[in-house]
Nanobody
Framework: VQLQASGGGLVQAGGSLRLSCAAS????????MGWFRQAPGKEREFVAA????????YYADSVKGRFTISRDNAKNTMYLQMNSLKPEDTAVYYC??????????????????WGQGTQVTVSS
């Protein structure tokens, strides 16, 4: 499984960015895909996850109401629309995938597959 994240950049507080994660290598219909982030000096943090088959979604409390995760089945691509960005959202964002990890476990269990990170910097 190959995951390719893109879309990071520099944005002012209150602005928006959309991250993409292109997936390849196998059929993802049974997978759960998601996003994590890691800020400098901090532990990696779960952001959001989506079940590919039915679109069920799970968000971290810190991003609820501001971030939206989605997927395009035809393109095998997952997105993270980030609105109302705050300086504390600054981090390297990673996409990840797992064929069996339940949505609610993404907070505490490491998925099997990872893409490279994309840097998101929010200036105040």
């Amino acid at each position: 499984v190959q995951l390719q994240a893109s879309g990071g950049g520099l944005v002012q507080a209150g602005g928006s960015l959309r991250l993409s994660c292109a997936a390849s290598g196998r059929t993802f219909s049974r997978y759960v895909m998601g996003w994590f982030r890691q800020a400098p000096g901090k532990e990696r943090e779960f952001v959001a996850a989506i079940k590919w088959s039915d679109g069920s979604i799970y968000y971290a409390d810190s991003v609820k109401g501001r971030f939206t995760i989605s997927r395009d089945n035809a393109k095998n691509t997952m997105y993270l629309q980030m609105n109302s960005l705050k300086p504390e959202d600054t981090a390297v964002y990673y996409c990840a995938g797992d064929p069996a990890l339940l949505l609610r476990l993404w907070v505490s269990v490491t998925p099997d597959y990872w893409g490279q990170g994309t840097q998101v910097t929010v200036s105040s």
